[in-house]
């Protein structure tokens, strides 16, 4: 459309074109004839007009004329185009609805096989359900029968493990006793050796006392002073003092406390199992 109107306003301008030059040419023709040639006969010569404004509205008409043919066309072109647009939308529109139908059909055709479907699995889970219960009154009819057999023997099971149990009972208790009383004999025995050891132990640290004792010109014989010693395993001294009560004087008490340090380590291999960390022992001034 728009090659046939740039065609045809080019023929149009070249029309006017050239009635254009044409009347320049007429015009300024006859003003040069007019002013440089001398007329021979000036009564016998007329002047021609030629009117231009008619073949001006002429062209114009002609130029509107051709316009409003393609104006024509065009509308014609537009109106072919929507009525194929209205065609074709039509066509979609019935294929949609076909669609439409299909999947209908389609969806009706599955909703009745979900429902045979759902209908037969139905009666499975019902027959599977109705087997399931005839089986577990069966395990359960079989389950109480072997419930009465245990119980018989469980019975008699019972009654044989009481009467073991009862002749054991009377063994253990039996057992016990002598454990018992063997026992608070070597508990016994075993203070008794704990005592001696022990007694054998204080003995030996008061008699190495005694020995790395220094003894002051103040101290009187014959007195008696309890000293407690801090010590740890192995036998090193923590602290040592003199307990209230001895009646020497500072000096004996320090020396006392002096000789106690000069001693560790104190007695401790084979006397492991009478350690004391707290220790008293009588020292004796002589």
């Known amino acids: 459309m728009s090659t046939a109107l740039i065609h045809d306003g080019s ?13 320049i040419i007429l015009v300024f023709g006859l003003r040069w ?18 009117d231009t404004s008619a073949m001006r509205e002429a062209q114009v008409q002609r130029k509107e004329a051709a316009q409003q043919k393609l104006r024509d066309q065009a509308a014609e072109r537009r109106r072919q185009e929507q009525a194929r647009q209205a065609e074709a939308q039509a066509e979609a529109e ?11 059909q389609q969806a009706e055709r599955q909703r009745a096989d ?4 759902q209908r037969m699995a139905q009666e499975r889970e019902r027959n599977e359900a109705l087997a399931r219960k005839q089986a577990a009154l069966k395990a ?17 099971a019972i009654q044989a493990q009481r009467e073991a149990d009862a ?3 009377e063994k253990a208790i039996e057992e016990a006793r002598r454990q018992q009383l063997l026992d608070l004999e070597n508990q016994q025995r075993q203070a008794q050796q704990d005592m001696t050891k022990m ?29 407690n010693v801090s010590q740890l395993p192995g036998g090193d001294v923590i602290s040592a003092t003199v307990a209230p009560g001895c009646n020497v004087d500072e000096v004996t008490k320090r020396s006392i406390v002096d000789a106690v340090l000069r001693s560790e380590p104190l007695p401790y291999q084979g006397f492991e199992r009478v350690f004391r960390r707290q220790l008293t022992f009588e020292f004796v001034v002589d």
Do not use: M, Y
């Not at 006017?16 to 030059?21: A, K, N, T």
């Not at 007694?199 to 008696?224: C, D, F, H, M």
């Open 114 to 117: 979900d429902l045979r479907q």
């Open 11 to 23: 023929a149009a301008a070249q029309s006017l074109l050239l009635h254009g030059v044409i009347g």
């Open 33 to 50: 004839t007019s002013e440089t040639i001398e007329p021979k006969f000036p009564n016998a010569i007329q002047a021609v007009v030629v």
């Open 140 to 156: 359960e009819r079989e389950k109480l029968a072997a419930e009465r057999e245990k119980q018989q023997r469980d019975l008699a």
């Open 199 to 227: 007694e054998e132990w204080v003995a030996l640290i008061a008699a190495l006392v005694r020995q790395n004792w220094r003894k002051p010109p103040t101290a009187r014989s014959g007195e008696r002073c309890r000293v």
């Open 167 to 169: 002749q054991a009972r």
């Open 94 to 104: 019935r294929k949609r609805a076909e669609q439409e139908k299909v999947r209908q």
